[in-house]
C-alpha cells in the first residue's frame, strides 16, 4: 500500500524559508513512473498545484505562482521536499504531497491522475 | 492562468442526483494527447486530503461507488452523483493537464449540500 506523509513546521516566521518533507513508502521515487508533487490549499480556498519532479530529477513549477518553491529529491530516503523561501502571511496554507502518474506511460491506468496523497500539513506564517 | 471554472455550490435531497460542471478551454478540458483525456475529479471532506473519484473523464477507481459518474462535452467536464446520501456531502474539484503551456489545473472546487 502506497503512502505519503508530509512533515514541517507548523509555524514558520515571515522573510524565512519553508521547508517540508514527504517521506514515500510502498513505492519508490526512483520508479520512473510518477511526478512527485506538491499542491496547496490556502485557508478556504480552492487546490493549487505548485510543482513536482521526476526520479530524473527534472522540476516543473506552476508558471502562475512565484519562482520562490524549489522541489528536491532525496531518492537515499525514499522523499523529496519543497522550499519556499522569504515567506509571507500569503503562504499559509495547507501543503500536500502527492504522486501523479506520468502520461508517457500508457500502461498506467491511472496516469495523469493524482492518485495517492498525504494527509495534508498546515503551515502557519506568523511572527 | 485562472482556474476551471465550476459552480461554487450544489445541492441535492438524498436519493436525489445532481451534476457538477468543469468548464476549461480546448488546451484543457477539451483536450487529448494519444487519444486520452485527462480530466479527473476528487472528493474533499472537512479537514481531509482530497480523494480520487474518476480518471480519464469516466473512470472509477477501485472502491469508488458507482454513484458517481463522469462524463465530458465539448471544453466541459461533468460528474453527476446519483441516489445522493449524506456522506456525499463534500467539495468536488476537477482536475485537467493543460497543454498549451505543461500545466496542472484544478477547477475552483464546488460545495455539494445534502438537504
Known amino acids: 500500500q502506497v503512502q505519503l506523509q508530509e512533515s514541517g513546521p507548523g509555524l514558520v516566521r515571515p522573510s524565512q524559508t519553508l521547508s517540508l518533507t514527504c517521506t514515500v513508502s510502498?513505492?519508490?521515487?526512483?520508479?520512473?513512473?510518477?511526478?512527485w508533487s506538491w499542491i496547496r490549499q490556502h485557508p478556504g480556498q480552492g487546490l493549487e498545484w505548485i510543482g513536482y519532479?521526476?526520479?530524473?530529477?527534472?522540476?516543473y513549477y506552476n508558471p502562475s505562482l512565484t519562482s520562490r518553491f524549489t522541489i528536491s529529491l532525496d531518492t537515499s530516503r525514499n522523499q523529496f521536499s519543497l522550499h519556499l523561501n522569504s515567506v509571507t502571511a500569503a503562504d499559509t496554507a495547507v501543503y500536500y504531497c502527492?504522486?501523479?502518474?506520468?502520461?508517457?506511460?500508457?500502461?498506467?491506468?491511472?496516469?495523469?491522475?493524482?492518485?495517492?496523497w498525504g494527509q495534508g500539513t498546515k503551515v502557519t506564517v506568523s511572527s | 492562468q485562472s482556474a476551471l471554472t465550476q459552480p461554487a455550490s450544489v445541492s441535492g435531497s438524498p436519493g436525489q442526483s445532481i451534476t457538477i460542471s468543469c468548464t476549461g478551454t480546448?488546451?484543457?478540458?477539451?483536450?487529448?494527447?494519444?487519444?486520452?483525456?485527462?480530466v479527473s475529479w476528487y472528493q474533499q471532506h472537512p479537514g481531509k486530503a482530497p480523494k480520487l473519484i474518476i480518471f480519464?473523464?469516466?473512470n472509477r477507481p477501485s472502491g469508488v461507488s458507482d454513484r458517481f459518474s463522469g462524463s465530458k462535452s465539448g471544453n466541459t467536464a461533468f460528474l453527476t452523483i446519483s441516489g445522493l446520501q449524506t456522506e456525499d456531502e463534500a467539495d468536488y474539484y476537477c482536475?485537467?493537464?493543460?497543454?498549451?503551456?505543461?500545466?496542472?489545473?484544478f477547477g475552483g472546487g464546488t460545495k455539494l449540500t445534502v438537504l
Open positions: 502527492a504522486r501523479i502518474g506520468a502520461r508517457a506511460d500508457q500502461s498506467l491506468a491511472l496516469r495523469g491522475t493524482f492518485d495517492i
Open positions: 510502498g513505492d519508490s521515487v526512483n520508479s520512473g513512473r510518477y511526478y
Open positions: 519532479i521526476f526520479y530524473s530529477g527534472n522540476t
Open positions: 480546448s488546451s484543457d478540458v477539451g483536450s487529448y494527447l494519444g487519444g486520452y483525456s485527462y
Open positions: 480519464g473523464v469516466s
Open positions: 482536475f485537467s493537464y493543460r497543454s498549451s503551456s505543461t500545466f496542472e489545473i
